[in-house]
């Protein structure tokens, strides 16, 4: 079977980096080997690089993530009765390990779920919370938003972290193994080590910011600073001891006592001190949101409400596309990618001006994905020229008191879907924010820089309130898109990724691939990259987009020809059982049974 394949390539693989073997050294093992390693990419030669993926089929349950290890957690849990939720919640403790640059219990998350019981789909905000010391004028300094990168590398970047507990609030609403059953194979990792992968290693290797915070410096590299060698067998003893605590005490051992302590301590002393207290973090709290949904052709989309913005904006782009001849044209043609474009600056235009935490402002969900205003929208759309820099619609007659906020969002991110045997789906989003996040390491774990996702100024160029500035106690916003897609009222696809702001346009163009143009999970997943995020067009560097690059900047597109990592994770139901697909741009994995 296929995980048995990947379960013995994995034995070979760990068995070869147990050894010390290193990107230098990689190309003297024996073939076996070298193939084991491009199978679960971790391919030495490439680092970073792509590696050709078939799709993966099961007939009864699939879990995939952005790591061999991570998925085999996952399904590790399915295999002894656990869930699709509890095999999501091991998943995501392994990838606190092994992929710490993304995610961890020191960031959040967002949760979309079919529950297969009760027929309906769920969805849970683990977002983090600024302090309640926060202030809009936060990241500002002289009335001036201050360098993005000195907002991002301190203590006053860091959320209040909300992982551990939503995945409790998911586990006591929809979990069946044991919750302390669940953080076994992460501890039995941290404890034992895990090989260093060749994308970790180049990570490490180009971030500087690491290394200037000496306990994160002091697990990630050497003592003469150089990151930890590809196949090194990194343990973290202190995070298994966390977890030990979390495990038997449930998610308000980290919220409260020591480990919150180590927190607000490692905050506060950071050469740029924040404002966590202790209050933060024992009052914070996971919440269960109302699904945001809307239909598509004989399909019904559904996704993470705001104060995540990425489903809506998925879904606008979707109708926008209805209304156009996109279909009539190869999915890598000049008009293909032209229309896929404009939708893009279209629907992060509205983006940009609505979208924020709804316990703060009213965010206009229902008038934004309106069917008549989409088609006007999508009136704009021209078949030979772009329309440039898109300005906002304004569906709820709001736009005259709302400014723009186009602050970046930084594309380090992970996502996973899980289906088991009795079709219950899970497909959540987590985040840390970018790379490594804050920095700030603290009992084996990364503390998130999330709150760098709110506007970094309160008032736009005009002088008008941003909907996501700053606010104690608000969620910013995000575009991270966990969706679950149903037909005839049953699930029929699960898909997200990272990828910054970037995520909206990654998850748009795989459910397109798959409704519109017939292909498997994983063929949509490969196709190259692209789409504008209403400031200029962006094609996948180095692929089969590049040819097209002339013919767009004829039709008055501002091309660039950019890295686009995305790290898509996504299932697909058929008759003949489940279609997994993982990203090929990351060392990720779909298994399954």
């Known amino acids: 079977m296929k995980q048995e394949r990947i379960f013995s390539n994995l034995i070979v693989v760990g068995l070869a980096l147990l050894l010390g073997v290193g990107a230098a050294s990689a190309r003297n093992l024996p073939e076996p080997i070298r193939k084991a390693m491009v199978a679960e990419d971790l391919n030495p030669e490439a680092g970073t690089g792509r590696v050709e993926r078939q799709v993966v089929r099961a007939r009864h349950f699939m879990v995939t993530s952005a790591n061999p290890l991570a998925s085999r957690a996952?399904?590790?849990?399915?295999?002894?009765?656990?869930?699709?939720?509890?095999?999501?919640?091991?998943?995501?403790?392994?990838?606190?390990?092994?992929?710490?640059?993304?995610?961890g219990i020191g960031g959040g998350a967002f949760i979309v779920t079919y529950d297969a019981a009760g027929h309906r789909v769920r969805t849970y905000d683990g977002r983090e919370t600024a302090p309640a010391a926060a202030r809009s004028d936060r990241f500002?300094?002289?009335?001036?938003?201050?360098?993005?990168?000195?907002?991002?590398?301190?203590?006053?970047?860091?959320?209040?972290?909300?992982?551990?507990?939503?995945?409790?609030?998911?586990?006591?609403?929809?979990?069946?193994?044991?919750?302390?059953?669940?953080?076994?194979?992460?501890?039995?990792?941290?404890?034992?080590?895990?090989?260093?992968?060749?994308?970790?290693?180049?990570?490490?290797?180009?971030?500087?910011?690491?290394?200037?915070?000496?306990?994160?410096?002091?697990?990630?590299?050497?003592?003469?600073?150089?990151?930890?060698?590809?196949?090194?067998r990194l343990r973290n003893p202190a995070l298994a001891k966390v977890f030990r605590q979390v495990a038997q005490q449930g998610a308000k051992a980290f919220y409260s006592g020591q480990i919150a302590r180590d927190i607000v301590h490692a905050i506060a002393h950071h050469s740029v001190p924040g404002d966590m207290t202790l209050a933060d973090l024992s009052g914070y709290y996971a919440q269960e949101r109302a699904p945001v949904c809307a239909p598509y052709e004989a399909y019904k989309l559904c996704g993470m409400p705001p104060p995540?913005?990425?489903?809506?904006?998925?879904?606008?782009?979707?109708?926008?596309?209805?209304?156009?001849?996109?279909?009539?044209?190869?999915?890598?043609?000049?008009?293909?990618?032209?229309?896929?474009?404009?939708a893009?600056?279209?629907?992060?235009?509205?983006?940009?001006?609505?979208?924020?935490?709804?316990?703060?402002?009213?965010?206009?969900?229902?008038?934004?994905?309106?069917?008549?205003?989409?088609?006007?929208?999508?009136?704009?759309?021209?078949?030979n020229r772009t329309i440039g820099v898109a300005p906002p619609g304004d569906p709820a007659h709001m736009r005259a008191v709302r400014?723009?906020?186009?602050?970046?969002?930084?594309?380090?991110?992970?996502?996973?879907?899980?289906?088991?045997?009795?079709?219950n789906v899970v497909s959540m989003t987590s985040t840390i924010e970018s790379a490594f996040g804050s920095k700030i390491?603290?009992?084996?774990?990364?503390?998130?820089?999330?709150?760098?996702?709110?506007?970094?100024?309160?008032?736009?160029?005009?002088?008008k309130p941003v909907a996501n500035r700053v606010e104690a106690?608000?969620?910013?916003?995000?575009?991270?898109?966990?969706?679950?897609?149903?037909?005839?009222?049953?699930?029929?696809?699960?898909?997200?990724?990272?990828?910054?702001?970037?995520?909206?346009?990654?998850?748009?163009?795989?459910?397109?691939?798959?409704?519109?143009?017939?292909?498997?999970?994983?063929?949509?997943?490969?196709?190259?990259?692209?789409?504008?995020?209403?400031?200029?067009?962006?094609?996948e560097k180095n692929t089969s987009l590049h040819s097209l690059a002339p013919g767009l900047r004829a039709m008055g597109h501002e091309v660039r020809e950019v890295e686009f990592p995305s790290g898509l994770q996504g299932v697909v139901f058929t008759p003949q059982g489940l279609e997994g697909g993982a990203d090929p741009r990351r060392e990720g994995a779909a298994m399954g049974g």
């Not at 782009?317 to 190869?330: G, N, R, W």
Request: net charge negative; aromatic share 8%; glycine share 8%.
């Open 441 to 463: 390491f603290v009992r084996g774990f990364l503390l998130n820089n999330q709150l760098t996702d709110f506007s970094l100024s309160d008032v736009d160029a005009q002088g």
């Open 140 to 232: 500002m300094r002289d009335h001036h938003a201050i360098p993005f990168w000195d907002a991002v590398n301190s203590g006053r970047s860091v959320g209040t972290p909300g992982l551990l507990r939503v995945l409790e609030l998911l586990h006591d609403q929809q979990g069946h193994l044991p919750w302390k059953a669940l953080f076994q194979p992460a501890i039995r990792i941290a404890e034992q080590g895990f090989p260093v992968s060749p994308r970790l290693h180049a990570l490490l290797e180009q971030n500087k910011a690491l290394r200037e915070q000496p306990a994160a410096a002091a697990y990630f590299y050497d003592a003469q600073g150089h990151a930890w060698p590809v196949g090194h």
């Open 344 to 383: 893009g600056k279209l629907a992060y235009a509205d983006r940009d001006f609505y979208v924020a935490d709804p316990d703060f402002v009213d965010v206009p969900v229902h008038a934004m994905l309106d069917p008549k205003y989409l088609a006007l929208r999508a009136g704009l759309i021209k078949a």
């Open 308 to 342: 995540s913005s990425g489903p809506i904006t998925v879904m606008q782009m979707l109708a926008i596309l209805s209304h156009t001849p996109i279909d009539t044209f190869p999915v890598d043609s000049l008009e293909a990618v032209h229309y896929f474009s404009e």
């Open 403 to 423: 400014g723009r906020d186009d602050s970046p969002e930084i594309p380090s991110t992970t996502h996973i879907v899980a289906v088991d045997a009795a079709s």
């Open 74 to 103: 996952g399904v590790e849990m399915i295999r002894r009765g656990g869930n699709a939720a509890d095999a999501v919640i091991a998943t995501q403790l392994v990838l606190n390990l092994v992929e710490p640059q993304s995610s």
């Open 473 to 539: 106690l608000k969620r910013p916003r995000s575009s991270m898109s966990p969706m679950i897609i149903l037909k005839d009222g049953k699930p029929y696809m699960a898909i997200g990724s990272p990828g910054g702001s970037a995520i909206i346009n990654y998850v748009a163009k795989t459910i397109r691939a798959v409704l519109d143009r017939g292909l498997n999970i994983q063929q949509a997943i490969d196709l190259p990259n692209l789409g504008s995020r209403n400031r200029f067009t962006e094609l």
